[in-house]
């Protein structure tokens, strides 16, 4: 989640279902897991306050994360893949501006 407010019920639901599906592969013997990752990309809107509160309530819900990432995280790997991706030609780098991209 973006951990820019408070969770509400429709993420407990995504939760328990997320983390359900991962108890029931293991079940299976398939390894599930759940990886709790938080898109911290927008930092005007987010706040270690939200981070803590929705961990709070993982927890209180019963499930722990495998393991707790951030977006951010991985900046460096994706901008490498998307200059590889460029590279060889699946992608291209607009120049458009505002203006042009609304016309």
């Not at 309530?57 to 951030?70: E, I």
């Not at 901008?79 to 042009?100: F, N, P, R, S």
Request: net charge negative; glycine share 8%; hydrophobic share 35%.
């Amino acid at each position: 989640p973006e951990p820019n407010g408070y969770l509400h019920i429709g993420h407990a639901k995504a939760m328990n279902f997320n983390f359900g599906q991962a108890r029931i592969a293991r079940e299976l013997g398939y390894g599930g897991e759940t990886i709790m990752r938080f898109d911290d990309t927008n930092p005007t809107a987010e706040k270690q306050e939200f981070i803590d509160s929705i961990l709070d309530n993982v927890a209180w819900l019963g499930h722990t994360p495998s393991k707790v990432t951030y977006s951010s995280d991985y900046f460096q790997q994706l901008y490498d893949l998307a200059v590889k991706l460029i590279e060889a030609g699946g992608a291209y780098v607009c120049h458009q501006t505002a203006a042009e991209i609304k016309a």
